[in-house]
């Protein structure tokens, strides 16, 4: 479903969230299954999620053949490699205003949320984002081989859509799940080394848009023979 039609829950206008995790802590330590938890917090993991979905673009950037090259190297030399990474990616996400949600070994989650009042701003953010991570890809390697550590590449996929948030009782951090995650981590492997896939629902948002080259790739299967379309993002 796309904003224009979308009545699904209420926006958000900073990055920050910082009004949304307190009405989140306050909405969890209320929560029936909290208050009936109180006494095993600290044994127990309990999940809750938000009662309200959120529109926004999900990104994904994965390491490619990491697990191979890794085992080449020693524990010090593998961690200083996922580092660079790691925390260069995150430097271009908050460069244009996105949030990290959380890394998972070689892949980074990261999102945008969507302003109905600005709704390019989400759109054109998250693309350009995934854009400026190519084009780091040749400065990145310099940093790497200075430091004599074996280049690496990646690949970058992004939808978007409705997710809904999640926290854990014994972590500050928030997580998301939707169609738009799952979706991300599908077809990424879509996505050519260095290089930026979308989703059909995100296309479908930004295609009237002369700032983009698209280049329609093998389409992901959601099942009954639908497929669900995909394609390269080429900066003109």
């Known amino acids: 479903m796309y904003p224009e039609n979308n009545e699904c829950g209420r926006k958000y ?16 330590q209320t929560s029936p299954m909290i208050k009936n938890e109180k006494n095993d917090l600290n044994s127990t993991y309990l999940v809750s999620f938000s009662q309200n979905s959120e529109n926004c673009c999900v990104g994904m950037v994965d390491m490619v053949n990491s697990t191979k090259i890794s085992a080449r190297l020693g524990s010090r030399k593998t961690s200083r490699y996922y580092q660079v990474f790691i925390n260069s990616m995150s430097r271009i996400i ?20 969507y302003d109905i009042e600005n709704p390019k701003s989400c759109l054109f953010a998250s693309l350009d984002c995934g854009l400026e991570m190519i084009e780091l890809h040749k400065t990145l390697c310099q940093q790497l081989a200075d430091e004599k550590l074996p280049c690496l590449d990646y690949r970058i996929s992004v939808d978007f859509g409705s997710v809904t948030i999640m926290k854990s009782n014994n ?16 077809i990424n492997r879509l996505a050519p080394k260095n290089g930026l896939v979308i989703g059909g629902d995100l296309h479908e948002l930004i295609k009237k848009f002369s700032k ?14 639908h497929q669900y379309p995909v394609f390269e993002l080429i900066r003109k």
Do not use: T, W
Request: net charge positive; charged share 25%.
């Open 212 to 225: 983009y080259n698209f280049k329609e790739k093998q389409g992901y299967s959601i099942g009954l023979k």
């Open 13 to 28: 206008s900073v990055i920050e969230f910082n009004h949304f995790s307190e009405n989140m802590d306050r909405e969890f």
């Open 94 to 113: 908050h460069q244009f205003r996105g949030r990290v949600i959380k890394n998972i070994g070689d892949c980074v989650l990261y999102y945008f949320p």
């Open 171 to 186: 972590s500050l951090a928030i997580d998301m799940i939707g169609s738009p995650v799952n979706i991300c981590s599908k």
